[in-house]
C-alpha cells in the first residue's frame, strides 16, 4: 500500500504562480505557451514547471503507458512529445489525482528539459504593472489627449461610477470631460495596484474652476478595461491656507491655488 508523505522541513516543498512566459519547443513546433505556469520547488531540486493543461497542445502529445510514484506528490502518468520523435519519448508528465499537500498540479504537465529543445522562460509584467500601465495610458488618453474614441478601448461599455459629481457610465464620464474647457491637464504624483484595483493620487488643473483638483481615484480592472471606479476630491489649496504646511500633491505649492 502506498504511503502518502508530508512535505516538511527535511523535504520541503513549495508551489506557486511564476510570472514568466514559459514556452516549451520541440521538433520545431511550439508545444506549450503559457502565462499560468507554476513553479514547484522541491527539497534541492531544480526548479520545475507545471502548465495547465489548457496551454499545452495536446494533439501533439501521445499517452505512453509509463507510470512512476513519488511519495510527496502521487502517481504519474506519462506523454510522448510527437514531434520530439525518440529524445521525446516520455518527456512529459502529469499527477492526475495529486496528494493534497500538492493539489495545484492537478491538471498540470511538466516537461523534461532534456528530452525537448528548449524551454523558454520570458519575464513578463506583472498583472498589477500591467494594470498601472493601463489606467495611466487610459487617463492620459481621455483627459490630456481627449481622444474619446481612443478611450473606449480602456473604459468597458457597462462601466460603473460611484462618483458623486460624475454621471452614469462610460459616456457620463466621457461627457463631463467635453464640458471641461481644453486647458484641462491631469498628472500623476504616485500609484499603488493590489490585485486589479489601482489607486492613482493625482492633480487636475486647468479645470476652469478657482481651485485644482486633487484626486485619489481608485480603479478596479476587468477583462483589461476600466470597469469600476471610485474617488475622493479635495481642492488644492496655497502654503497660506494648508494647515499641515505640506503640499497636496508633488513637493511644491501651487503658484496660484
Not at 81 to 90: E, H, L, T
Not at 174 to 201: C, N, Q, W
Request: proline content about 7%; hydrophobic content about 40%.
Amino acid at each position: 500500500m502506498k504511503t502518502a508523505k508530508i512535505p516538511n522541513a527535511d523535504h520541503p516543498i513549495a508551489i506557486e504562480p511564476t510570472t514568466a512566459r514559459v514556452r516549451v519547443l520541440a521538433g520545431g513546433r511550439v508545444i506549450a505557451d503559457s502565462r499560468n505556469a507554476l513553479v514547484l520547488r522541491e527539497s534541492d531540486y531544480p526548479a520545475v514547471y507545471y502548465i495547465p493543461r489548457s496551454d499545452v497542445d495536446m494533439t501533439l502529445l501521445a499517452r505512453t503507458d509509463n507510470a512512476t510514484h513519488c511519495p510527496y506528490k502521487g502517481d504519474a502518468g506519462y506523454y510522448s512529445v510527437v514531434p520530439g520523435g525518440n529524445r521525446g519519448v516520455n518527456a512529459v508528465w502529469t499527477y492526475e489525482a495529486p496528494y493534497e499537500a500538492v493539489a495545484a498540479i492537478k491538471d498540470h504537465l511538466a516537461f523534461y528539459p532534456d528530452r525537448v529543445d528548449a524551454i523558454e522562460l520570458t519575464a513578463e509584467p506583472s498583472r498589477e504593472e500591467r494594470n498601472r500601465a493601463l489606467v495611466l495610458e487610459a487617463f492620459d488618453t481621455l483627459f490630456n489627449k481627449r481622444d474619446y474614441e481612443a478611450a473606449e478601448r480602456f473604459w468597458s461599455p457597462n462601466y460603473v461610477q460611484h462618483s458623486a459629481h460624475i454621471k452614469p457610465g462610460r459616456e457620463g464620464l466621457f461627457d463631463l470631460i467635453r464640458s471641461i474647457p481644453p486647458t484641462l491637464k491631469y498628472e500623476h504624483d504616485m500609484i499603488v495596484a493590489e490585485g486589479d484595483l489601482v489607486i492613482l493620487h493625482g492633480r487636475f488643473s486647468g479645470i476652469g474652476q478657482p481651485k485644482n483638483w486633487i484626486a485619489a481615484d481608485v480603479v478596479r480592472i476587468e477583462n483589461g478595461r476600466l470597469a469600476e471606479h471610485w474617488d475622493v476630491i479635495e481642492d488644492e489649496v496655497a502654503a497660506s491656507e494648508s494647515a499641515s504646511g505640506r503640499p497636496m500633491f508633488g513637493d511644491s505649492f501651487p503658484e496660484r491655488a
